[in-house]
Each structure stands twice: as C-alpha cells, then as structure tokens.
C-alpha cells in the first residue's frame, strides 16, 4: 500500500515482497478523513482502481510516480521512507506468491514451473513478463526513471531490522509509537519453505541484483541458500 499521510506529513513507497503491507497497515493507523491509503486496507482497495486510471498511481508506484502527482514542494517537505529486503529472500517470497495469486498475465507459463530451482533456472523472471513489477531491482522505485539518478528518500528500512526501522521512523516523522500497536507480519508461512539453489544459479541471481545488494548494503554471500 501507498501511503501519502498529509495530516502527518509522510510518504510511504511500497516495493512489492518487502514486508509492506504489514508496514503500511501499521501506519494506516496513523490517518486520518485526509490521509491517502491505496491497496491493502478495504478503503486502500477500494480507490486503487479509480486513482490508478485518473492519477497512474496505485499501492506499488515508484517515488517518481508519486512525485509527479504529489508535487516536487510536498516530495520534498513530507518524510518519505520505503523498506527493502535482501535479493535471495525476495526473490523467493515472489515466486511463493506468485503460486498462489492466479490472476495475472503469464500466469500459465509461470505454473509450468514445478520448483524454484526450474524457475530459477528459466530465467523467465528476467524478462518482460513481470507482474505488478515484482521481479524489478529494488532500487528503481527510489530513481527518477528506470537509469536516472536517485531521488532523496529520507529513510530507507530494512525488513531484517523491522521492528527497530518502525520505532526510528515514528520518531524521525514524529508519531506516537504506541498509538501504531503491534505490527501485524503477514504471509508467515513462507518463512518455513527451503530456499535452497545450485551454487551456478545464486550466482545468476547475485548477478541480476548487484546493484540491490551493493547499494542497499547486503552481503553477496549465498552460503545458507546453496544446496
């Protein structure tokens, strides 16, 4: 969910597989009859359609679509944050998603795949064909366009470090953190699936998602994810 809170004056981005819906649902609790929620919440669900087609933004747009309607003035006076996750694990959770989310296009070719190492292997998630943006490089929701430079995003979260991420960030935008209760994490039992490749095929990955795992700071090493 896309959070634009103009009551307190922040800015959530919201990268697919990255925790955020557990994220936003925590700072929805923060609106109020002027606050913009887009996806997640019956409300948020309820108006993507319509600003997605008037406004072209909805509940997994970048911060430069955000910008563009919000407006460089207010981009640059609210607090903007968004929260990242390490490559191999987000990789992973979309792929887990994506086997129980039948409505989308390729989604026939994508059922093809009997395991994560086929999918893997096909490098399918490399192409074209990439639902609501799953399979993109992290960083190009915090860019001006898709090589262009980065925008200023004040903080930058990590799912890794969720809990302390949620208590410096009510404090850096001035909220008050009991008021946002506990935060409600979202799809546990994938955290149970093996995420487990051939050593040849995390180098594939670590690869596509160099600049994720340079920039974002998180190591390269796959030890734990090879088989």
């Not at 933004?57 to 207010?74: M, R, Y």
């Not at 994938?190 to 040849?200: F, S």
């Not at 600049?211 to 090493?221: L, M, N, R, V």
């Amino acid at each position: 969910m896309c959070i634009i809170n103009n009551s307190k004056k922040f800015i959530f981005i919201h990268i697919p597989k990255t925790a955020g819906t557990s994220v936003a649902l925590f700072f929805s609790r923060y609106s109020r009859y002027c606050d913009l929620e887009i996806g997640a919440t019956q409300l948020g669900e309820a108006i993507q359609p319509e600003f997605l087609k008037r406004f072209k933004i909805w509940k997994h747009s970048t911060a430069q679509e955000i910008k563009s309607v919000v407006g460089d003035a207010i981009f640059e006076e609210y607090k903007t944050f968004t929260f990242v996750r390490n490559p191999y694990d987000r990789l992973f959770s979309t792929y887990k998603f994506l086997k129980t989310w039948p409505h989308w296009p390729g989604h026939e070719k994508f059922v093809q795949f009997q395991t994560y190492q086929q999918f893997i292997e096909s490098g399918w998630w490399t192409g074209k064909v990439k639902p609501d943006r799953m399979f993109r490089r992290q960083i190009s929701w915090i860019r001006e366009s898709s090589r262009g430079p980065l925008l200023k995003i004040d903080f930058i979260c990590k799912l890794e470090n969720i809990k302390n991420d949620i208590d410096r960030l009510c404090e850096g935008i001035g909220l008050d953190r009991e008021r946002g209760g506990r935060i409600q994490r979202i799809n546990k039992a994938e955290l149970q699936e093996r995420n487990v490749l051939p050593e040849n095929l995390l180098k594939k990955l670590m690869l596509f998602y160099a600049i994720d795992f340079d920039y974002f700071g998180y190591s390269t090493d796959y030890g734990k994810y090879a088989l």
